[in-house]
């Protein structure tokens, strides 16, 4: 834990020393305390660092002991060769690359109220280490932030789309298909959906998109719904097509038991989701670009505007009947599905593609797209923290999930202001 607390001081210059020495008694001015790294190796890289009269260029190691650097066997990497400084909390022995050759050790101290004020926050029950102290953070800066996190989990978004496409050779059809299937599951069954998209290829599907009973006949069959024949001819006839394609084609179903039902309601039913995207599926026609390239987020809601077979209409599992209903895609999972899979697909689109074109209209449209509403979110409106639209609400999702409950207050822009506002004190 003080580790973290030390390279923090030292990426933000929050150190008591001035003048800063090493401790050979060298002056110290530091042009650039270096890059972040979060994978093996020196911790800061590509630091600018005058010591005495000569500027050096290199890395930067940060250790509570010095005698960390032995405990760590640095002094027999290579790769720590080109640490220019050592930065250490207590000097108890001297340190060399594997030359030999002594390493400049600079010692750091702190405010013990700042050391205070993190430990707070670090050991903090509430669910937001910050609570009392975030009205005195500027809300400009909590805005900016936001938008930043927004971005963040929109790159994380990013590392599972790069994972898909690895895995489909670069196309971008096939993931963009799988991705649609993982939304259908809206949480709870987007394991099981994503299984049935990578046991049903793109191009076997859209052989035959013109037919809603062959259509339907891939999807529940592939799905593990259709095992044996039923007393309803519907489904009779579709276990007939399936039992067809499937040797045709050399299709091999999900096992059946993958679904869930259990404390779902009746709408939310896979069963149901599976007829929804079946008509999507049979709208769009494998045509993609109908979604990705409209500029215009309300036709995209029409495309999506999307309802269920006949049978489906009185059904919502196989063979109970029940009273008729549309069924139709509700706007709240409409939005889901733009803002979970149409939007990062986008921003990936654009980033990869290099057309910021892409990368913006994901963003604009969350702009558009009312903020989704839940216990978590409420949490933050009674700290006054507002989601004004799709963009707010997903940023303050991603920033509770990934930064508040692990308690990287650290590495969060409002906790570094709340330490940096005790630190002006």
């Known amino acids: 834990m003080l580790e973290e607390f030390l390279h923090y001081l030292w990426q933000y210059k929050m150190y008591n020393n001035i003048p800063l020495k090493t401790q050979c008694g060298l002056n110290i001015e530091v042009i650039n305390t270096g890059e972040p790294n979060a994978n093996a190796g020196p911790d800061f890289f590509n630091a600018k660092i005058k010591i005495g009269e000569t500027l050096w260029a290199g890395n930067v190691e940060v250790h509570t002991y010095a005698s960390d650097w032995t405990e760590h066997n640095h002094q027999k990497d290579k790769a720590y060769d080109n640490v220019i400084l050592h930065v250490v909390e207590y000097d108890d022995v001297k340190i060399a690359r594997t ?14 109220s700042l050391f205070s004020e993190y430990l707070q926050l670090k050991n903090s029950q509430h669910w937001l280490g910050c609570a009392d102290k975030l009205k005195e953070v500027n809300s400009f800066e909590i805005s900016l932030w ?8 929109l790159e994380h978004k990013m590392i599972d ?3 898909i496409l690895k895995r489909t050779t670069q196309n971008w059809d096939e993931t963009f298909y799988r991705l649609l299937f993982r939304s259908f599951g809206f949480g709870v069954n987007g394991d099981p959906f994503e299984l049935l998209a990578q046991s049903l290829p793109l191009n076997i599907l859209l052989k035959y998109s013109d037919c809603r009973q062959l259509v339907e006949a891939l999807l529940f069959g ?46 939310n039913f896979p ?12 709208k769009l026609k494998g045509v993609f670009g109908l979604l990705i390239n409209e500029p215009d987020i309300k036709v995209v809601e029409e495309i999506m505007e999307v309802g269920v077979s006949e049978y489906w209409q009185h059904h919502y599992t196989i063979q109970k009947k029940s009273a008729k209903r549309n069924k139709n895609l509700g706007a709240n999972s409409k939005n889901l599905i733009i803002i979970n899979t149409i ?16 990368v913006q209209k994901a963003l ?32 303050l999702i991603y920033l509770s999930n990934n930064y508040c409950k692990l308690k990287k207050c650290l590495r969060c822009r409002i906790g570094h202001k709340v330490l940096a506002i005790k630190n002006n004190e």
């Open 99 to 112: 030359n030999g050759q002594d390493i400049p050790v600079l010692k750091i101290s702190y405010p013990p």
């Open 146 to 153: 936001l938008q930043r996190i927004l971005v963040e989990r």
């Open 364 to 395: 604009d449209w969350l702009s558009m797209i009312k903020p989704e509403k839940n216990a978590l979110l409420e949490k933050w409106e009674e700290q006054e923290i507002l989601a004004n639209n799709a963009g707010d609400s997903q940023a």
């Open 161 to 163: 789309i790069q994972r």
């Open 222 to 267: 592939q799905a593990g719904f259709l095992v044996e024949a039923k007393e309803d001819g519907y489904i009779n006839n579709l276990v007939r097509d399936y039992e067809f394609l499937k040797n045709k084609h050399n299709l091999h179903p999900i096992e059946n038991h993958l679904w869930k039902f259990l404390r779902l309601r009746p709408s």
């Open 271 to 282: 069963t149901i989701r599976l007829a929804q995207l079946s008509s999507l599926l049979i």
């Open 343 to 358: 939007v990062p697909y986008l921003f990936a689109y654009g980033k990869m593609g290099g057309d910021d074109g892409y």
